[in-house]
């Protein structure tokens, strides 16, 4: 057996959206008259507290499309330093949104309303956006606070930018927290969140906050070629994610927690056990004298797939797909390498 742990975007639909797929009602999704991506798009909107939702083929294009609704080109945008927006979406927030990005460097994912003001009052540029990261994807799945994202919100409106959240996960990170997404959303002015990760979904994300902004959003979504017409079929498995599936995402992030502290246990490999708070456990092999691809190469040999963190780590991502037995598996692979290349 193979344990893909590269991802929580490899999960594959649930029976009942494949069933929901199936029976799907569909229209026209261009001219608004898809029902079933309009009842998605007003239950994503309910469950995160904002007036709209827009229904987007990607969590990049929900960015994107956020970020363009938000600003005007030329703007300077603020980002942490390792905002999956910055790293992993190919440079569109420059070369489609014509945005200049500011970096601001934290330890976990949570911008310093101090470092934030700084930045604002230096800055030439119109500054129009500040986005945030919850869960933090480059920090190891790490978890910002209601209380965190207020005081960003606070300095924000306070220099009169707009506030965006990727929250890709942020279901993950409102169930670690135990709290409702409100909790957390009610801090910004747009979220984006995938059904595709952890909620299983095939594809999919939507973008929610006010009417006008979605209005706004709604045209550059057409405008980047996202009006998919009768995707209703898909936006079907989105409604059986936001219904059934976010509960359960509780017991990815307990077994990713297990398993960083059996990890952690057995010594040898890495682990820093304060990052571990949702569904990504990040190993390190350093300790072993790996680098990250060597690292990656010797879990796959074991039958682990993860994804490389260079320098010298692999990330592992649980989902529904890992249960007791997968995960005893990547404790026996952990295990055999740590015999293998400790010293
Ligand atoms: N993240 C993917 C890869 O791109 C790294 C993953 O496997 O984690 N925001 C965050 C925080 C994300 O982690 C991702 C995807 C996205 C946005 C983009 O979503 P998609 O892949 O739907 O464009």
Do not use: W
């Not at 026209?28 to 998605?40: Q, S």
């Not at 330093?81 to 970096?103: C, D, K, Q, T």
């Not at 119109?126 to 606070?145: A, D, F, I, P, Y």
């Not at 670690?176 to 984006?192: I, N």
Request: include cysteine; aromatic fraction near 4%; charge should be neutral.
């Amino acid at each position: 057996m193979v344990v893909d742990m590269r991802s929580d975007t490899l999960t594959h639909p649930t029976d009942e959206m494949r069933r929901a797929m199936a029976a799907a009602d569909v229209g026209d999704d261009v001219y608004g008259e898809d029902p079933t991506i309009n009842r998605l798009e007003a239950m994503a909107a309910a469950r995160v507290g904002k007036e709209a939702g827009l229904y987007v083929p990607t969590g990049s294009m929900g960015n994107l499309v956020a970020m363009m609704s938000h600003t005007q080109r030329g703007d300077q945008v603020i980002l942490e330093y390792e905002a999956h927006i910055y790293h992993h979406e190919v440079g569109a927030l420059s070369s489609v949104a014509g945005l200049l990005p500011r970096l601001i460097p934290s330890d976990y994912g949570a911008i310093a309303p101090a470092a934030l003001r700084a930045a604002v009052s230096q800055a030439y540029p119109r500054t129009s956006l500040v986005c945030l990261e919850n869960t933090h994807n480059r920090h190891g799945g790490t978890v910002l606070t209601a209380a965190e994202m207020a005081a960003v919100s606070e300095v924000a409106a306070g220099a009169g930018m707009k506030v965006h959240l990727d929250g890709a996960r942020l279901f993950n990170a409102a169930v670690a927290l135990g709290v409702e997404p409100t909790v957390l959303t009610r801090h910004v002015d747009s979220v984006m969140f995938c059904v595709s990760k952890g909620l299983s979904a095939p594809v999919g994300s939507v973008v929610c906050g006010t009417k006008d902004f979605i209005g706004r959003a709604r045209s550059f979504r057409k405008a980047l070629g996202g009006g998919m017409r009768q995707a209703g079929v898909l936006a079907a498995c989105g409604i059986v994610a936001l219904e059934k599936m976010v509960d359960r995402l509780a017991e990815d992030n307990m077994r990713a927690r297990r398993l960083a502290e059996t990890i952690a246990d057995l010594g040898g490999l890495g682990v820093d056990l304060s990052r571990v708070q949702s569904n990504m456990v990040v190993v390190n092999g350093a300790p072993l004298g790996l680098d990250a691809a060597a690292l990656a190469r010797e879990l796959a040999a074991r039958g682990v797939k993860g994804g490389g963190r260079p320098p010298s780590s692999v990330r592992l991502v649980v989902n529904r797909h890992h249960g007791d037995a997968e995960i005893g598996q990547v404790v026996e692979a952990v295990k055999d390498l740590n015999r293998a290349f400790r010293s």
